[in-house]
């Protein structure tokens, strides 16, 4: 199935995205980037991943902005059991302070601040381990990639497993 990268920030995901196609030449024409305010729409970007999807290719989408809680890539046209449309999630940071709005900025991070920070930040990481489960009866290949070792430090762990478990229980 396809493989979507769910990412912090746009210039980061321009980045990885120029990289992958100068590393990985081959996987250049299936590789969708988000790119907010100068970019295709995510709804355009979802439609492409569902045509190279069905065109039998494994697509890879790397998303930013909306894509952690607003995105539901699943193929309604097929059973469950055969949806292979995302089997792959990869994480590279957790979504850490995401809030940029101004009162968000006003507040600073304080010690209080920096606790309701690693609250979005779990509710934040738990939309995004959702975009890999969309509905019951599902195959059980989808994988998750996690690559935020930060996840040790800050008290993110505390918060993951906490999360982690609400998910599963």
């Not at 709804?43 to 890879?60: M, N, T, W």
């Not at 010690?111 to 930040?121: D, F, G, K, V």
């Not at 779990?122 to 990639?145: A, T």
Request: include cysteine.
């Amino acid at each position: 199935g396809g493989a979507l990268h769910v990412h912090r920030t746009s210039p980061g995901a321009g980045k990885l995205a120029s990289a992958l196609s100068k590393a990985m030449p081959e996987i250049a024409a299936r590789l969708l980037v988000s790119e907010p305010r100068v970019g295709r729409r995510p709804s355009e970007l979802k439609a492409q991943f569902i045509d190279i999807y069905h065109s039998g290719e494994k697509p890879v989408w790397i998303a930013v902005g909306n894509c952690w809680t607003g995105l539901n890539l699943t193929d309604e046209s097929i059973e469950p059991g055969e949806d292979n449309l995302v089997t792959d999630l990869i994480i590279t940071r957790t979504p850490y302070a995401l809030n940029q709005s101004i009162s968000a900025a006003a507040k600073g991070l304080t010690a209080a601040r920096h606790i309701q920070a690693l609250e979005e930040a779990g509710m934040m990481l738990k939309q995004g381990i959702g975009r890999l489960v969309r509905r019951p009866g599902l195959p059980d290949n989808r994988r998750l990639f996690y690559l935020d070792t930060r996840i040790i430090f800050f008290h993110l762990f505390y918060y993951f497993c906490k999360m982690i478990c609400t998910l599963i229980l």
